[in-house]
Structure formats: structure tokens, C-alpha cells
């Protein structure tokens, strides 16, 4: 084997061997060198099974995060699916309440369709975990609450939510849309 296709433990090897001469001194020198260059090649060892490791490793990320970005866009079609069809029993309960207001629009009759109607909705909000946020009467919370305006209010404590202009919602215990709300500050004394 050539000089340039030993390892470097097998150079360090050869090379004490070399110094070390001969006598008692030189076998002891040996024995250390041949232990050092053995050490030395199960170190290079355990180096290139880590960086085979490592390579390897890399190349498992690229593939998962490649997979992800295919499957990313199935994931939001899915998701946009499962929406649409939630919808649809609402959307069918609409036109049904526009046939009958078509056959006779009576104000019992359009108030019963709408009825229906806010039923469907508030099963469908309740089945995905929407819940109203209960705004009148209580403290502003400017994580649920965005205020439109003040009004003089001698009744409520300053801060306190008196009209309610839209309806805020949690999903999953989160704020999905804050409540547009007025509050009462204290009343001007004249």
C-alpha cells in the first residue's frame, strides 16, 4: 500500500515505529504507538459513521419537507370541502324559506323560515366548537372587545360593555373575532 493510501493512524504507526529504534525503550515506544494508531482508527471510524448518520438524517428532512409542501395544498382543498359542506344544509334551509316566501310571504311564515334557518347556524357554530362571546353587562376585555364608542352612563360602571354592535366569537377558547361593543364612562355632572 502506498504512503498516500494509508490511514492517518497507519502513518503515525509507521512513523513511531520508525523513531522509536530498538531496545527495551523502542518496544515500549512500539506497543504506545500501535495503541494510539489503533485508537486513532476507531475514532476516524466512529467520525465518518456520525457524518454517514448526519447525511442521511439531512437527506430524510429534505424528503418529509418536500412531502409536506405536496400535501399542503390537499390538506386546504380538504379543509375548504369540509367547510362548503356544513354550509349547504344552511344553504338549502335558505332556499326552502325563499319558496315559501314566494308562494306567500306572510310575516309568520318569513319569521319561522328565519328561525330555521338561525337554528342551522347556531348547530353548525356549536358543532365546531364556536361559542358568542357574552359582551352586555360585562368589564371591557381588549382581547374579546373592540370599542366603537363611549356612552354616558350613570346605571354601569365606567367600562363596562352597555351595547353590544357585533357579535364577537372563541373558537377553541380563542378569539376568532372580537366583539364591536360600546362602553359606558361616567356620566357628566353638571
Known sequence: MADNE???AERASDEISEQAGVGEDGRVAQDAAVAMAKDLAAKEAEVQSLYD????LKAEFENYRKRVDREKPELVRYGRGQIV???LPL???LLSAQTEMDKSASAA???RG???IFKEFEKLFKAEGLEPIESVGKPYDFEQHEVLGQTESGEHPEGTVVEEIQRGYLLGGKVLRAAKVRVAKAAVRK
Open 85 to 87: 359542506q356544513a354550509l
Open 6 to 8: 494509508k490511514s492517518g
Open 114 to 116: 328565519l328561525e330555521l
Open 53 to 56: 448518520q448526519l447525511i442521511r
Open 91 to 93: 344553504y338549502d334551509t
Open 109 to 111: 311564515e318569513l319569521r
